[in-house]
């Protein structure tokens, strides 16, 4: 149970994606593409979102594999693609990947590896990498820079004072970079680069965007509580966002560090 599942997907896919993820993916896939690899793994690729940009940017006959543990989201990144583009969905564990040693040119998880043990994850990404291939990684910068967290956060407070929902604290849980550094350089990777990169979105649709984030699973949290209407959470989570960052369009700003590194040929 991952907790992406039905009407969560749809959310994610349609109101969250557009906002959080595409401008980053564009980022992504560009980078990975300078190099033409062949053979490119994603890690945590959802719905299939930097997935698309990678197979737009990649090479025609370059290999790209997308693997999730959400059968549900897959499901929906597979219809983003046309028989014959040369790409391979399937449900695998990032700590426990299931691939032969040196198979890939490069790997990218964007936003992906506070969701499973980094350190198990790190080394099999090094484990499967070729030498001299690439590792590239976003993760959230803290809620201090991301008001998807502290907004969102403050609004289900005045719900759940006692037992206030933690989800979406959860994607803003590694913005501390000397500890996933550190991690990178224990397992070999070398060199790493790491930048800071902000971002700001203009949303016309409030509204929706505040019900995508209470539709991630923090809504199993909300119906676990019980007593009070998601849709009320939504309207003052959009009244939020309004009142801190304006309308017509909002501008919505958020942050993300990059890490770029390498397994170093022998």
């Given amino acids: ?22 401008h980053y993916g564009v980022d992504t896939a560009r980078r990975v593409a300078e190099q033409v690899p ?16 990678l197979r737009n940017f990649l090479a025609k006959d370059a290999r790209l594999t ?8 897959l499901d929906v990144a597979r219809q983003k ?12 564990d990032a700590t426990a990947l299931p691939f032969a040693d040196e198979t890939f040119d490069a790997v990218v998880c964007q936003f992906g590896i506070m969701f499973f043990d980094r350190d198990k ?20 910068d803290s809620e201090r820079y991301n008001p998807f967290a502290s907004v969102s ?15 979406l604290f959860d994607p803003v849980s590694c913005h501390q970079i000397d500890p996933l550094k550190e991690q990178l350089i ?15 979105y203009e949303i016309a649709d409030v509204t929706a965007f505040a019900r995508a984030l209470v539709y991630t699973p923090v809504i199993f949290e909300i119906r676990d ?7 009320d959470i939504v309207r003052e989570l959009a009244e939020a966002f309004t009142k801190e960052l304006g309308t017509c369009p909002m501008r919505y700003p958020m942050q993300a560090i990059l890490f770029e590194t390498e397994k170093p040929k022998p």
């Avoid at 149970?1 to 595409?22: A, S």
């Avoid at 997308?66 to 989201?73: A, E, K, N, Q, V």
């Fill in 225 to 231: 509580r019980g007593g009070v209407d998601p849709e």
């Fill in 81 to 92: 693609f046309q028989p014959g583009e040369c790409v391979t969905f399937q449900n695998a």
């Fill in 153 to 167: 956060f403050e609004v289900l407070k005045q719900y759940f004072p006692a037992d206030t929902p933690q989800f």
């Fill in 66 to 73: 997308g693997i999730d543990i959400s059968d549900s989201m």
């Fill in 186 to 200: 224990q397992i070999g990777f070398d060199p790493i680069v790491i930048s800071v990169q902000r971002h700001v």
């Fill in 1 to 22: 149970m991952t907790g992406y599942v039905d009407d969560v997907v749809i959310h994610y896919d349609r109101d969250l994606g557009p906002v959080l993820f595409e």
């Fill in 121 to 140: 994850g790190f080394r099999e990404v090094y484990r499967t990498l070729k030498p001299g291939g690439r590792y590239l990684f976003r993760v959230w």
């Fill in 38 to 53: 062949m053979d490119v793994l994603e890690i945590a690729a959802g719905t299939g979102i930097v997935t698309r940009h």
